[in-house]
């Protein structure tokens, strides 16, 4: 069935069917995921508001000895087609031939490195082998293309082209344009086809997208890095720093101002490399995202949206690694990035914190598209700086919104008591109340905000969340800590504008009961999953699930009991039984080496459990371990300080699992934010496990 519906771009923004649109984008690498759970981590990804998958196709998990394809299990690209269809997201397939994404050899496969050419140049016998690969490619991808009424909108060529590897200058741009005629003649025929352009690449003429990460781990240095630029207001869409392991960072080789600013890679969290290690927490990629959106970003493209783990290889483990060339070293499985969506399919408080802005950006963003940005002068431009206020405007005439950050990773920020803040416009200056600013906020408010017809919104010193569309009349919800100081004119009719504290924000999800729309708050993910709603909550952590819902229902949901109201919130909540496996941890008496420890861990699941899945939570102190299962390697973790979680559904529950220790001394060249308190000797040991069972609750 063809597809009418219609993509495109202006030099400001993307449109569809001629209109104005502001899409989240989040990246998940399918081959690094198992395919029995694609389906709903497409929807955990589409209920925390991505609207777009990306995807990259990485060729040495699909060609890893030459001509012997792979496209089943993990690799199987057109059933993950299918399953972003069903679930009614949009795909971007990053299609490479390289495409770096911390793999071996940047995704090449090591008998394309062993041909007598030099690959990403315009030898005619490399780009004849990219040709039979992406011919191959799209034999999957057949009637899956966006004009065959399939989810596929977009192609993107090559990565970092001309910064990390590959030709520069006019050689570069002609490199690009043939890859891009390879791919058209090979099938690949979208709305959009797009070229990472950060860092002195070339584009080839498409449509460049961006990115920018809270640190660099690729950095050589182990030592504290300089303050990310990322968190400063300004016009500049180019970071130097991403790739800068593998290429010089230079400035933008095509012109700004006559493409959107689009980012394809802003980073959803971090992956950690073996002597580098950041810790990306939720503020981190919430102010960065903030600061984007206020510098005048029309695109949300997040890189990682979901961790993921190496799938085996048959030749050799497939990281990136030091022993492939590379000068990184990073875990041989682990791929967890700290993402919204974690290596095992949990949703962390970053996805939590990335779903404000995406649900802002769906009832809001149409608009939101044609404001551009203006920087106050005495907005600092060098992230240094920690005294002076940072500000942004994105306005269209009149109406539009104030940024605000005065947060910065690692950085203690000046504290700022009774400021008033203004935003000078043609028709006369708005002014908000006096507040305190504090070391860590970051925010953005609303003026002359349109409300129906006949209203408009002057001010309001809180963030839009949503609209809930509803026969009764349109509810617009707000969030924030402070008085929100509502200034209104006109006439609001049924409408209503709610004001909810951040907190509630993090946790609401919007859910669709008949043709009404209701805002939902439990501190649980809410999913949709082919028509109904289901809580994903853990056994162990509650007795008793409580889910708060404005308006209140017309009925009460099955198996609840409605328990009164707090605030516009109509309280219901259900007590919760279910059995929590219990789990045993052996150390080995005798240990094989003095710089490791080795521990088995017994699973008592109980009988007709109808758990989703088992986590394990270790709380332990080490270099890094591994975990084995019947005695083979299936997942590793480089030691940060955090607790790790292992997911056991994937190997079917087993009843025993192995873990490996590695010690952590003092003198080891790694960077870790906080060093935990060593004996002389060093330290490799878990201090706590627990298992936590998750079950799914209809709701």
Not at 324 to 332: F, M, R, V
Not at 380 to 387: A, G, K, S
Not at 433 to 451: C, K, M, S, T
Not at 502 to 512: C, G, I, N, S, T
């Given at each position: 069935m063809k597809n009418t519906e219609l993509f495109s771009y202006t030099s400001e923004y993307l449109t569809r069917n001629g209109r104005p649109w502001f899409p989240v984008m989040g990246e998940f690498h399918y081959s690094r995921y198992p395919d029995s759970y694609w389906e709903e981590s497409l929807y955990k990804m589409k209920v925390c508001g991505v609207d777009v998958v990306s995807a990259y196709v990485i060729w040495i998990h699909h060609e890893e000895e030459e001509g012997k394809y792979l496209f089943s299990g993990c690799r199987d690209l057109h059933k993950f087609l299918d399953a972003a269809k069903k679930c009614g997201l949009l795909v971007f397939l990053r299609i490479g031939p390289w495409c770096h994404g911390e793999v071996r050899n940047g995704g090449f496969?090591?008998?394309?490195?062993?041909?007598?050419?030099?690959?990403?140049?315009?030898?005619?016998?490399?780009?004849?082998?990219?040709?039979?690969?992406?011919?191959?490619?799209?034999?999957?991808?057949?009637?899956?293309?966006?004009?065959?009424?399939?989810?596929?909108?977009g192609v993107q060529i090559e990565n970092e082209y001309g910064h990390c590897g590959g030709l520069t200058g006019e050689e570069g741009e002609d490199h690009m344009r043939r890859?891009?005629?390879l791919a058209v003649g090979a099938g690949f025929d979208v709305p959009y086809y797009t070229a990472t352009g950060w860092g002195g690449a070339v584009t080839g003429g498409m449509l460049p997208v961006l990115g920018g990460y809270c640190d660099a781990p690729w950095d050589p240095r182990i030592t504290e890095l300089e303050p990310s630029v990322n968190y400063v207001f300004t016009q500049e869409r180019n970071d130097r720093n991403i790739g800068s392991d593998l290429g010089m960072g230079e400035g933008l080789t095509w012109p700004w101002d006559k493409f959107p600013y689009l980012t394809a890679e802003l980073g959803g969290g971090i992956q950690v490399t073996r002597h580098?290690?950041?810790?990306?927490?939720?503020?981190?990629?919430?102010?960065?995202?903030?600061?984007?959106?206020?510098?005048?970003?029309?695109?949300?493209?997040?890189?990682?949206?979901?961790?993921?783990?190496?799938?085996?290889?048959?030749?050799?483990?497939?990281?990136?690694?030091?022993?492939?060339?590379?000068?990184?070293?990073?875990?041989?499985?682990s791929y967890d990035f700290n993402a919204p969506i974690r290596e095992y399919g949990q949703i962390s408080d970053t996805g939590l914190e990335l779903k404000l802005?995406?649900?802002f950006l769906h009832d809001f963003g149409e608009a939101f598209c044609e404001m551009k940005t203006f920087?106050?002068?005495?907005?600092?431009?060098?992230?240094?700086?920690?005294?002076?206020?940072r500000s942004a405007v994105r306005r269209k005439g009149n109406s539009g919104y104030l940024f605000v950050n005065n947060y910065q990773r690692r950085k203690q920020m000046a504290d700022h008591?009774?400021?008033?803040?203004?935003?000078?416009?043609?028709?006369?200056?708005?002014?908000?109340?006096?507040?305190?600013?504090?070391?860590?906020?970051?925010?953005?408010?609303?003026?002359?905000?349109?409300?129906?017809?006949?209203?408009?919104?002057?001010?309001?010193?809180?963030?839009?969340?949503?609209?809930?569309?509803?026969?009764?009349?349109?509810?617009?919800?707000?969030y924030g800590d402070r008085e929100p100081h509502f200034r209104i004119e006109g006439d609001l009719g049924k409408k209503e504008l709610i004001h909810?504290?951040?907190?509630?924000?993090?946790?609401?999800?919007?859910?669709?009961?008949?043709?009404e729309e209701y805002l939902a708050v439990c501190n649980y993910p809410i999913v949709e999953e082919g028509g109904s709603c289901k809580v994903l909550f853990r056994a162990g952590e509650t007795e008793e699930l409580e889910i708060r819902v404005y308006p209140e229902l017309p009925t009460v949901p099955r198996g609840f009991v409605k328990t009164g109201n707090e605030g516009i919130f109509t309280r219901y909540?259900?007590?919760?039984?279910?059995?929590?496996?219990?789990?045993?941890?052996?150390?080995?008496?005798?240990?094989?080496?003095?710089?490791?420890?080795?521990?088995?861990?017994?699973?008592?699941?109980?009988?007709?459990?109808?758990?989703?899945?088992?986590?394990?939570?270790?709380?332990?102190?080490?270099?890094?371990?591994?975990?084995?299962?019947?005695?083979?390697?299936e997942g590793d973790h480089f030691y940060t300080g955090q607790i790790w979680e292992i997911g056991l559904k994937r190997f079917g529950f087993p009843e025993n699992v192995d873990i490996t220790v590695h010690r952590l001394k003092r003198d080891m060249p790694v960077y870790l934010e906080q060093w935990p308190d060593l004996p002389e000797e060093g330290a490799c040991r878990i201090h706590r496990l627990t298992a936590e069972a998750e079950y799914k609750l209809l709701f």
């Open positions: 496969p090591d008998w394309l490195l062993e041909k007598d050419f030099v690959p990403r140049t315009n030898d005619e016998s490399y780009l004849s082998c990219v040709k039979r690969y992406y011919e191959r490619v799209f034999m999957e991808v057949r009637g899956l293309l966006h004009k065959d009424g399939g989810p596929v909108i890859l891009k005629r580098r290690r950041p810790v990306a927490a939720a503020a981190d990629i919430g102010a960065m995202t903030l600061t984007k959106l206020g510098c005048g970003a029309n695109l949300l493209g997040y890189y990682m949206y979901h961790g993921g783990t190496n799938p085996h290889g048959k030749r050799s483990t497939l990281q990136e690694s030091r022993e492939s060339g590379y000068p990184n070293d990073l875990p041989e499985y802005y995406a649900m920087i106050p002068e005495d907005s600092p431009q060098d992230p240094n700086d920690t005294v002076r206020l008591q009774g400021v008033i803040l203004n935003v000078r416009l043609p028709d006369g200056d708005i002014s908000y109340e006096a507040q305190d600013i504090r070391n860590g906020d970051y925010f953005f408010y609303p003026f002359h905000l349109p409300v129906g017809e006949h209203a408009v919104l002057i001010s309001a010193s809180a963030s839009p969340l949503c609209i809930l569309h509803r026969t009764d009349g349109e509810r617009y919800i707000f909810i504290s951040r907190e509630d924000a993090l946790h609401a999800w919007r859910m669709e009961f008949g043709t909540s259900q007590r919760i039984s279910r059995n929590t496996p219990s789990c045993n941890l052996q150390k080995e008496e005798k240990q094989s080496s003095d710089e490791e420890c080795r521990y088995r861990i017994e699973l008592d699941y109980a009988e007709e459990t109808e758990a989703e899945d088992v986590f394990l939570k270790l709380d332990y102190v080490g270099e890094s371990l591994e975990l084995f299962i019947d005695g083979k390697k």
